[in-house]
């Protein structure tokens, strides 16, 4: 699977939308990206994924660029609910795969 | 939405005994089970995959003799840390895939503190 590229910590104002930049450079054509965040001393939260397209939901949207080397997480509208550490992962479409954690990135929601 | 249950949510325990942590499904059939790991301020560590069924995959420099792992049926997998000692002392999370979906999300259970005294 291919790794992923996180700044380590950002810090965002409550209400504004938070971006979080993810590089995978080396991913291959049939991985997906997901990103699962994990709020302290809890399991990780499943928050979106995609292949090439753009992806919304009720939690966040997931811009991949053309080439697929990079993505970003948006937040709409940061609450301080949503600090956390947001894990970018590239994986493959079987869903018997091993989920991979990097580093992470800590996003730090301030009001 | 799929709901992974883990059991306990903490537990202390002497040097030298064993501990059992549980890992559910509840309202979906897990294809495959995960085990990890995570040391204060750091990453999530993959320990261990596992398929009802059949033996657990461990991931390299985990000890299979230590971390026990049960996958009985497709809803329960269990984790029994043997001999427990200080430096085991983590938190500990499952993750369970569904069965029925494509590259779907992995749902997560809510963690195991253990502390070993």
């Known amino acids: 699977d291919a790794k992923t590229t996180q700044p380590t910590s950002m810090d965002c104002a409550e209400g504004r939308a938070a971006n979080l930049p993810c590089n995978h450079s080396t991913i291959s054509g049939n991985e997906y990206v997901y990103w699962y965040r994990q709020i302290h001393s809890q399991g990780p939260q499943y928050i979106i994924h995609?292949?090439?397209n753009n992806e919304t939901n009720e939690m966040a949207s997931l811009i991949i660029t053309e080439d697929r080397k990079s993505s970003t997480l948006i937040l709409p509208h940061a609450t301080l609910r949503d600090t956390a550490v947001y894990y970018c992962i590239v994986k493959g479409s079987s869903n018997t795969g091993k989920l991979i954690f990097g580093q992470g990135t800590t996003l730090q929601v301030k009001p | 939405g799929a709901v992974v249950s883990q059991h306990p949510s903490r537990v202390i325990c002497k040097s030298g005994t064993s501990v059992k942590i549980e890992c559910r499904s509840l309202?979906?059939?897990?294809?495959?089970m995960f085990w990890y790991r995570q040391f204060p301020k750091k990453s999530l560590m993959l320990m261990a995959t596992s398929n009802e069924g059949s033996k657990a995959t461990y991931e390299q420099g985990v000890e299979k003799d230590k971390f026990l792992i049960n996958h009985a049926s497709l809803t329960l997998s269990t984790l029994t840390v043997t001999s427990a000692h200080p430096e085991d002392s983590s938190f500990y999370i499952c993750?369970?895939?569904?069965?029925?979906?494509?590259?779907?999300?992995?749902?997560f259970g809510s963690g195991t503190r253990l502390t070993v005294v």
């Open positions: 993750s369970a895939s569904r069965m029925e979906r494509g590259p779907g999300s992995y749902t």
């Open positions: 309202d979906f059939q897990a294809t495959t």
């Open positions: 995609g292949l090439k």
